[in-house]
């Protein structure tokens, strides 16, 4: 089935570092990907909408400097964030959606950033 | 009022007991889907429907679009269901509306 994978699943970075988080889908592709945020005992939260070949568009209240994202195959979306601050700390996890738009969306299994 | 609503917030149960979540939505959708999150937090999605009902394994998803609600059924639950299910929505282009989920632990 759809498969995508994550990485790293945890990172803990000093703050003023930047932090490279991958989702890559492996047996399918995906022109778009997603990136969610989410803190302790809340849903998920849309952060932006990864292209393949064009730029991200980025939900209201999301700093797209911060919160780079590249989307430079159908099969890879990173998503970096800079000069990380501890408030960044948090489980950030990627979605895809097969092309062929049947198995609906596939999770990656989440990053737990933790700025110190 | 958030455009998906789930209930119950938190469930326990004893192994072998039959578990229902529901899930209210007040947005025109797509698709409904139901995703599994374990404490590790990687999620997985386990059922798409835009109608009925559907089955897989001890999993029963349905869903009623003119009342739209949905039901998530466990059958003969297990303690390696304890995890949070989230209910949530697509509409249409790429909106997808999260519920907050349904925290299942299941006691041996």
């Known amino acids: 089935g759809a498969v995508v994978s994550q990485h790293p699943s945890r990172v803990i970075c000093k703050s003023g570092t930047s932090v490279k988080i991958e989702c890559r889908s492996l047996?399918?592709?995906?022109?778009?990907m997603f990136w969610y945020r989410q803190f302790p005992k809340k849903s998920l939260m849309l952060m932006a909408t990864?292209?393949?070949?064009?730029?991200?568009?980025?939900e209201q209240g999301v700093e797209k400097d911060k919160f780079l994202i590249n989307h430079a195959s159908l099969t890879l979306s990173t998503l970096t964030v800079t000069s990380a601050h501890p408030e960044d700390s948090s489980f950030y996890i990627c979605?895809?959606?097969?092309?062929?738009?049947?198995?609906?969306?596939?999770f990656g299994s989440g990053t737990r950033l933790t700025v110190v | 009022k958030n455009e998906v609503e789930q209930s119950p917030q938190n469930l326990t149960a004893q192994e072998g007991e039959f578990i229902t979540i529901n899930c209210s939505y007040s947005?025109?959708?797509?698709?409904l889907h139901w995703l599994q999150q374990h404490p590790g937090g990687g999620i997985v999605s386990l059922f798409m429907?835009?109608?009925g009902k559907k089955k897989h394994g001890r999993l029963i998803a349905t869903i009623n679009i003119q009342e739209k609600h949905s039901s998530l059924h466990i059958t003969a639950s297990h303690p390696r269901d304890s995890a949070v299910y989230i209910c949530?929505?697509?509409?249409?282009?790429?909106?997808?509306?999260f519920g907050t989920g349904t925290s299942l632990t299941v006691i041996p």
């Open positions: 979605s895809a959606r097969d092309v062929r738009g049947k198995r609906g969306y596939t």
């Open positions: 047996d399918f592709q995906a022109t778009t």
């Open positions: 990864s292209n393949e070949g064009s730029k991200a568009t980025y």
């Open positions: 947005v025109g959708i797509s698709a």
């Open positions: 429907l835009s109608s």
């Open positions: 949530a929505v697509s509409g249409t282009g790429n909106q997808f509306y």
